[in-house]
């Protein structure tokens, strides 16, 4: 597998998930002997909704929600077959959605 690259994309809406996820899968490269880019935060999206409390009339009572995803990359360079092996066999959190690419 040489010059290849995996890049993982992680989201999550907890930070110290992802935060934990990004430890796991950085420990386990480096374990196996590849080399590891990152993680790279990117920018965390914040969606923000505003609702009515009142049901008729008062509009000046709202309630604001906001949701937060937090990104993280990762980038392997150079992984062996026993990285992709050790990245298969990982147990990660429920709450981490994980995006795989080979370039």
Do not use: C
């Not at 597998?1 to 899968?25: C, G, H, P, V, W």
């Not at 420990?27 to 409390?53: C, D, M, N, S």
């Not at 949701?67 to 150079?78: A, F």
């Not at 990285?83 to 990982?90: E, I």
């Amino acid at each position: 597998m040489q010059n290849q690259r995996i890049r993982i994309r992680l989201k999550a809406f907890d930070y110290k998930l992802i935060d934990q996820s990004t430890a796991e899968i950085v420990e386990t490269a480096k374990r196996t002997g590849a080399q590891v880019r990152g993680p790279i935060p990117l920018p965390t999206r914040k969606e923000r909704f505003t609702i009515l409390v009142s049901p008729h009339v008062n509009k000046d009572a709202r309630d604001q929600y906001e949701i937060r995803t937090h990104k993280r990359l990762i980038d392997i360079v150079e992984p062996t077959d026993k990285t992709v092996d050790a990245l298969m066999r990982l147990d990660l959190a429920a709450g981490v959605d994980v995006q795989i690419s080979l370039g």
